[in-house]
């Protein structure tokens, strides 16, 4: 056994020396020349490698280093080349700091309670009408992700608390689901927000902006569905007896929720307010610092736990970003062959009005089997629709697609989370969801149709 891995490790030696040698692309990934004849062919084959790898569940790094080693042979890149590509996709993505901070301060708010506080607020002031607690949860969770840019771990948050209200409710679930997936492709926090505005040259601010529209009209829909399935099902209000939050009055559970308010205003409302006064007042620092302060007044935090908390909240989107960067180094090595400019080439003879329809039913259709990595799916898809010059309006509603497939993913985090907190099977989970997750991605598809 320890000669043949000697032996292994002496032919890797030797291939790794070799291909050191070999020349490296000299066109600039926005320069690349689409190959033609079987060259066209042969440069696709690294992309369907590392798309069957994601769907086999293969780590999205080993999948990308795998299909990156290929494309080097096959385009004669060389290792420096490829060294380049990783020192310099690491530090970009990293450098999208506004999405960092609004994740990191999101989750302190979290962890102090304020979402718990709310819901509790929003049973007592529907009085036993438990359609409208399953609405409120929805606009919960729909703004908790769209603050955070993470729809797993809003979802492992108030999923518990949904259940604990409402118990099981097949269209609660799938408008969590759909809400959940529009708030984290359009966030201003999101790793999917940081990655179109890399690819696609855009602004974060400007790309979020241009979507909220779709998005609040998405969140309405699957408002509706959770506001009409629970009074169909015509279910009441489960009792708890251990909630801490059932103990206090109103005026401390509103004092809890004031951080989470503060801070969704500041991020969807900051820019219109800076605006209208004449200078930039709700900035990143401002509004971090004022919600830090606002969870050590209102809730049982101290100062030291909020700050604590905000730095643990940052672990997430950190960890994300790093391993995109590194995904995406291996992505752009792919790309230096001409696979995308060899696609966007086919792409471009389609009748022009159907190609970002066509764009977005891809990203549903990879978002399926490869919905854990919805970021990685991104890096594969969003370069092509790049190629064709889209704006970054149609480049939105191809991540928004991505999302929705990634609702009727077995190994999607927020499907996983959802699953957990209702206590139900993720099979149960799929199925409750690929009939009303299905219709809002036909929506999209029109909605790609006419504005995109």
Partial sequence: MNLRKKMMFLLFSIFIGGLSGISAYAAEMDKVVAPTGFKA??????LILVLVLLFKKVDMIIAGLVAGILAMIIGGISLA????????????????????????????????????AALTLAKRGTKGKVEYVSAFIVILLAAATYMSGIGGGSAMVIAPLAFAAVGVVPELIAAMSLAAAVSFTTSPASLESSIVSKLGD???????????????????????????????????FKESEDDEYEQKSNGELFKITLPAIFLLFAVIFGP??????????????????LTLVLVYLCTNFTMNQSVEAMVDGSTYILTRLFQVGIFLAFINVIAQTGTFAVIAGVAQNA?????????????????????????????????????????????????????????????????????????????????GNVKWLSLASVIL????????
């Fill in 272 to 289: 219109v307010v800076n605006d209208l006064i004449g200078f930039a007042f709700f900035t990143p620092l401002v509004y971090m610092v």
């Fill in 351 to 431: 009748p022009e009005f159907i190609v970002v329809p066509v764009a977005i039913l891809t990203g549903i259709l990879i978002g399926i089997p490869a919905g854990a990595y919805v970021g990685s799916v991104l890096t594969l898809v969003l370069p092509v629709a790049v190629s064709l010059g889209f704006p970054p309006l149609a480049l939105g509603f191809v991540t928004v697609g991505v999302g929705l497939g990634s609702q009727m993913s077995f190994v999607n985090i927020t499907m996983q989370a959802l699953s957990s907190g209702f206590q139900i099977p993720i099979l149960d989970v799929v199925k």
């Fill in 41 to 46: 062919i042969l440069v696709l084959i690294p």
């Fill in 81 to 116: 080349d490829a060294n380049t590509q990783l020192l310099e996709t690491i530090p970009s993505m990293l450098s999208i700091t506004v999405p960092i901070i609004n994740s990191a301060v999101a989750m302190a708010v979290f962890k102090a309670g304020s979402y718990s």
């Fill in 202 to 236: 855009v602004s974060v601010a400007s790309y979020v902006s241009q979507m909220r529209p779709f998005w609040l009209l998405f969140v309405v829909l699957a408002i509706v569905l959770a506001f009409w399935g629970t009074k169909h099902r015509n279910i009441g």
């Fill in 445 to 452: 598809l029109v909605i790609g149709f006419i504005f995109g």
